[in-house]
């Protein structure tokens, strides 16, 4: 069975600097990756997915993800933090049939000015 | 193009009762996934839906149950509430139909308090 783990509960960062948010897999399979981001009472929105086509993945609103099977990683970074990522940032892995769906625990990015 | 709605926004039931939750899936979406979001936690995946069949299940006991209409709007049912049943409530419609790479896109959810 599939499953993510989020290295962090808690991350605060300064505006400007980089973020770096943490996530590994678990899979016995090629697994299908996505990071999505929740504003405070909203539903979540993807950020970026892995769908195995290219191990560096662009996404919205400057994220970027990098796919790395050695380390069944796929961290979550932008290199200059805004105000406006302050957010609830969730990694879910799906199952190859995509009729199963897992997310982690979550990871609270707090943006310091 | 109209977004996932969903209804209602808050409730609050007593614990022992029944509630029935409502999805509106975005235009085009055969598909329909309920997820329970403890306070603090990740979303749990419940079940999914594709063209009116339950496509996939987990780890949720059977008082939860769903029904997904041909519209594709869908429902979720919870029976004999608990208190850890307390939860926000996403649903999330796509054209994935078995498909893992298709893009999820969640509506706002329900907040469901148990008393």
């Known amino acids: 069975a599939q499953s993510v783990t989020q290295l962090g509960s808690h991350v605060s960062v300064s505006e400007g600097a980089l973020v770096l948010l943490r996530c590994n897999y678990s899979s016995s399979v090629p697994p299908y990756l996505f990071w999505y981001v929740q504003y405070p009472n909203q539903g979540l929105q993807l950020l970026l997915k892995?769908?195995?086509?290219?191990?560096l993945v662009k996404g919205i609103n400057g994220f970027e993800a990098e796919f790395k099977k050695s380390e069944t990683s796929f961290h979550l970074t932008k290199p200059s933090a805004h105000m406006s990522d302050a957010a609830e940032y969730f990694c879910a892995v799906s199952s190859n049939t995509g009729n199963q769906f897992y997310f982690g625990t979550g990871t609270s990015l707090t943006v310091i000015p | 193009e109209t977004g996932v709605t969903q209804s209602p926004t808050h409730l609050i039931k007593t614990r022992g009762q029944q509630v029935t939750l409502r999805c509106s899936s975005q235009?085009?979406?055969?598909?329909v996934s309920w997820y329970q979001q403890a306070l603090g936690q990740g979303p749990q995946f419940i079940f999914q839906y594709y063209r009116e069949e339950e496509n996939g299940r987990g780890n949720f006991p059977p008082r939860f149950s769903g029904l997904q209409f041909p519209n594709y709007s869908s429902e979720l049912n919870v029976n004999a509430l608990e208190l850890d049943d307390s939860a926000l409530y996403l649903c999330?419609?796509?054209?994935?139909?078995?498909?893992?790479?298709?893009?999820?896109?969640f509506g706002p959810g329900t907040r469901l308090t148990v008393t």
């Open positions: 892995y769908t195995s086509a290219a191990t």
């Open positions: 235009s085009g979406h055969n598909t």
């Open positions: 999330a419609s796509s054209l994935a139909g078995g498909q893992p790479h298709y893009e999820q896109y």
